[in-house]
Nanobody, 118 residues
């Protein structure tokens, strides 16, 4: 059974940094594209960042490029998101997603709340 569990969210102030983790189990990490998404109140879920496990290629949404860094640990089967210089616009529930490279099936975590106050 595939499981994704996010952690690390919390309440921070504008300009602060925070790091999120997504611990995975039940999947072969290298067979998945891993990504972070977020959903702000009243808005649709949006893409934040992704990493291709086979070559560590990364991709970021324009709104976070240069501030956020996605990375992964193949031994721990864990995905990370380092978020710097946060603003109120980054307030959202952050979700981890695993997409099977061949089957294109998606698995989601339950989300972790990040709130940025001014």
């Amino acid at each position: 059974q595939v499981q994704l569990v996010e952690s690390g969210g919390g309440l921070v102030r504008t300009g602060d940094s925070i790091s999120l983790s997504c611990a995975t189990s039940g999947l072969t990490f290298s067979n998945f594209e891993m990504g972070w998404f977020r959903q702000a109140p009243g808005k649709e879920r949006e893409f934040v960042a992704a990493i291709q496990r086979r070559d560590d290629t990364t991709n970021y949404a324009q709104s976070v490029r240069g501030r956020f860094t996605i990375s992964s640990d193949n031994v721990k089967n864990t995905l990370y998101l380092k978020m710097n210089n946060l603003s109120a616009e980054d307030t959202a529930v952050y979700y981890c997603r695993a997409t099977h490279l061949m089957l294109r099936s998606d698995y989601w975590g339950q989300g972790t709340q990040v709130t940025v106050s001014s």
